[in-house]
């Protein structure tokens, strides 16, 4: 798999997430939740700002859902759905993510 990975899985044992900077410069997060891999641009639809306040920290007390800490939407981590607050039924725009054979993570478009 060409380029170097974004990350890789083990980052994310921690705290379940991780912030990166893809290879355009924008900002990014990474979460996992229930074994399953998601990653996001990390820019809230409400108001045009990144979600965390602390490094790395995207999900909500519990581990279920994605989090804005700047005014507290809640988002489906599955499919980045705002199902609370006041972005509701706006989404985060996803990245479409692979994992190689060493745990290393990409854009599918690598």
């Known amino acids: ?9 083990g980052d994310l044992d921690a705290t379940g997430a991780l912030a990166i900077t893809l290879p355009d410069g924008r900002a ?10 998601h ?8 108001r045009d700002s990144r979600l965390e306040i602390e490094a790395h920290r995207f999900l909500a007390e519990g581990g279920e859902l994605i989090q804005c800490a700047h005014h507290g939407a809640l988002f489906l981590p599955e499919n980045g ?29 690598e």
């Open 39 to 46: 990653g996001y641009e990390n820019r809230c639809p409400h």
């Open 81 to 109: 759905e705002c199902v609370a607050g006041p972005c509701q039924y706006q989404s985060l725009e996803p990245l479409s993510l692979t994992i190689d054979d060493h745990g290393g993570i990409h854009l599918a478009s």
């Open 1 to 9: 798999m060409p380029g170097s990975p974004l990350a890789r899985l």
């Open 28 to 37: 990014g997060f990474l979460v996992r939740v229930h074994g399953h891999l």
